[in-house]
Antibody, heavy 125, light 109 residues
């Protein structure tokens, strides 16, 4: 049973850097994409970005210039850093595991099957 | 980038059937993935692929797709199905970017 445990600072001031880490317990670390997703208060889900065990990343274009996602395979952990935060970055941040299902045409379809509990991050002066 | 559009809210009588739809160009290439989220909880995976339910998901949940529209159907809705439902897919531009739908609030009457 794969479990994700996440941690990081919950209260930031504008212009600071948001930093979160997620540890993966159980299951294989390779063969998946390790994903960050956030949800602003009362709003929907927003895909932030992802990384695989090799360090290959995909980022949301709207966050890309402020975003770094990294991986530490020796610890089965991955991390998120979002710089120059503003109140608009206030949200619950989830780490998650994403996998691929391949159809008969070998097209890969992603799904996120394991989620962390979420970390509430508030940006306020 | 791709957008996925969902109805804001739907209601269903207890035991009846409700269909939630998700529209977007990327769904012509990729299957929609469906998530259920209850207040204060992380989302859980409900349907992925052509209509695959993860272990533990009730068989009253099913998925389908046609053209640019994907659907999640709850057949015989139960009180515990009251939740927000989100579809998700990948950007069809080839950049492998994830995208979520706008979400549908399902109320079971």
């Amino acid at each position: 049973q794969v479990q994700l445990q996440q941690w990081g600072a919950g209260l930031l001031k504008p212009s600071e850097t948001l930093s979160l880490t997620c540890a993966v317990y159980g299951g294989s670390f390779s063969g998946h994409y390790w994903t960050w997703i956030r949800q602003s208060p009362g709003k929907g889900l927003e895909w932030i970005g992802e990384i695989n065990h090799s360090g290959s990343t995909n980022y949301n274009p709207s966050l890309q210039r402020r975003l770094i996602i990294s991986v530490d395979t020796s610890k089965n952990q991955f991390s998120l850093k979002l710089s120059s935060v503003t109140a608009a970055d206030t949200a619950v941040y989830y780490c998650a595991r994403s996998s691929q299902y391949f159809d008969w045409l070998a097209v890969g379809h992603y799904y996120t099957d394991v989620w962390g509990k979420g970390t509430t991050v508030t940006v306020s002066s | 980038s791709s957008e996925l559009t969902q109805d804001h809210a739907v209601s269903v009588a207890l035991g009846q059937t409700v269909r939630i739809t998700c529209q977007g160009d990327s769904l012509r290439k990729f299957y929609a993935t469906w998530y259920q989220q209850k207040p204060g909880q992380a989302p859980i995976l409900v349907i992925y692929g052509h209509n695959i339910r993860p272990s533990g998901i009730a068989d009253r949940f099913s998925g389908s797709s046609s053209g640019n529209t994907a659907s999640l159907t709850i057949t015989g809705a139960q009180a515990e199905d009251e939740a927000d439902y989100y579809c998700s897919s990948r950007d069809s531009s080839g950049d492998h970017l994830g995208v979520f739908g706008t979400g549908t609030k399902v109320t079971v009457l």
